[in-house]
């Protein structure tokens, strides 16, 4: 029903800064939360950053607050995130996640986009 496409990863020097962003299709996208999320080979999925569907609320993960912020565009269906100051510990594949009609739980998944950052 609802297809999330990320873009904007790559190699990255510390210190320096990119911009994701995630196309979405389908229905409901300007009623729903919209997420990141990482993952490093061999790790845990981590929770990034959220934005609520009006894009008045934000929520940033401790170790990314200052850094990282989330924003939407919904005339574009798309939400993005502005990662600056990166350190190679932010190399990982990241993921744009939605929920459905703002009940926090994330329902659609896109397929990730790699970032990687070099000392």
């Known amino acids: 029903q609802v297809q999330l496409v990320e873009s904007g990863g790559g190699l990255v020097q510390a210190g320096g800064s990119l911009r994701l962003s995630c196309g979405a299709s389908?229905?409901?996208?300007?009623?729903?939360?919209m997420g990141w999320f990482r993952q490093a080979p061999g790790k845990e999925r981590e929770f990034v950053a959220l934005?609520?569907?009006?894009?008045?609320?934000?929520y940033n993960a401790d170790s990314m607050k200052g850094r990282f912020t989330i924003s939407r565009d919904n005339a574009k269906n798309t939400v993005y995130l502005e990662m600056n100051s990166l350190k190679p510990e932010d190399t990982a594949a990241y993921y744009c996640?939605?929920?459905?009609?703002?009940?926090?739980?994330?329902?659609?998944w896109g397929h990730g986009t790699q970032v990687t950052v070099s000392s």
């Open positions: 996640a939605a929920d459905r009609l703002g009940d926090r739980r994330w329902y659609y």
């Open positions: 389908g229905r409901g996208f300007s009623l729903s939360t």
């Open positions: 934005i609520t569907s009006s894009g008045g609320s934000t």
